[in-house]
């Protein structure tokens, strides 16, 4: 028996809409306003919601993007061609079903164009890595074993001496909130953007692969045009934040759901 894509996504699309409404709720964002402050208390309790959310949602796009049926057509590429942000043809509007002519914009069109709508990012940002913590003092032995110092006395550490109540700045809090809403209400937008990502990626590694075997005359593997960004998939190595063995929350469940499927429907596509 074939597993059930659309109704995967179904669901784990309406669990996010859920929780994006109790966001809204949380911060107090009223329809046409944004956040402008918010207690350091409360910031620390919408980030430990909202940003399992956006990882969630990113790989909620992924399943949308490789295993839903979606048209996906590339123009031919020219190599003075200028681009558009997104890599496309900036005279062609694209949409999730191919490409439409550009038009005469409306005055709905227009209003919507200026308008504040922040975009999602659809790929996962980098890592931060801490630095390392001990001092090689040197290598000894004979498979050069490396010995390590570090101070064993316990250290106390001083409060941070922050008031939770203090008032901190949440505008960009606001945004993130308002783009994970919008991304999450036009789904199909967002898988049509990262399946037209992959296909330039894919097309790209194919030119790349003709140019070292010397199969297109007068190019090289550096000169072949790659999309941006240059990233293998947009999920990044490991867990994402807020992944638990054994789910607590509502969000965590449907994180380790979203990312379970995720990879498999990234690896199998």
């Not at 109790?22 to 207690?39: C, D, N």
């Not at 914009?105 to 980098?126: N, S, V």
């Not at 994970?180 to 209400?185: H, V």
Request: charged share 35%.
């Amino acid at each position: 028996m074939e597993f059930d894509w659309k109704r995967a996504v179904e669901r784990n699309l309406d669990d996010l809409l859920r929780i994006v409404a109790q966001l809204f709720l949380l911060a107090g964002i009223r329809t046409g306003r944004s956040l402008v402050f918010v207690p350091r208390a409360l910031r620390s309790r919408i980030l430990s919601v909202l940003r399992p959310a956006e990882f969630a949602a990113r790989r909620l796009i992924v399943m949308a993007a490789c295993k839903l049926e979606r048209d996906v057509t590339l123009g031919p590429e020219r190599p003075g061609q200028r681009r558009g942000p997104d890599g496309g043809d900036p005279s062609v509007r694209q949409t999730g079903h191919g490409t439409e002519e550009e038009h005469e914009p409306t005055d709905a069109e227009l209003l919507d164009l200026y308008r504040d709508r922040p975009c999602f990012a659809l790929f996962d940002p980098w890592k931060r890595h801490a630095p390392f913590l001990f001092d090689v003092t040197g290598l000894d032995g004979p498979f050069g074993h490396v010995f390590l110092e570090y101070d064993a006395r316990e250290e106390v550490w001083s409060e941070p001496g922050l008031d939770p109540d203090a008032l901190v700045d949440a505008r960009a809090l606001s945004r993130r909130i308002r783009a994970l809403a919008l991304a999450l209400d036009d789904l199909d937008r967002q898988a049509a953007r990262l399946a037209r990502w992959k296909a330039r990626f894919d097309r790209a590694i194919e030119r790349i692969r003709a140019a070292d075997a010397g199969e297109i005359e007068g190019v090289t593997a550096g000169a072949v045009r790659k999309p941006a960004p240059w990233r293998f998939r947009p999920l990044r190595l490991g867990l994402p934040p807020g992944w638990r063995r054994r789910p607590r929350t509502e969000i965590e469940e449907v994180l380790k759901e979203c990312h379970l499927l995720a990879l498999d429907a990234w690896n199998t596509s």
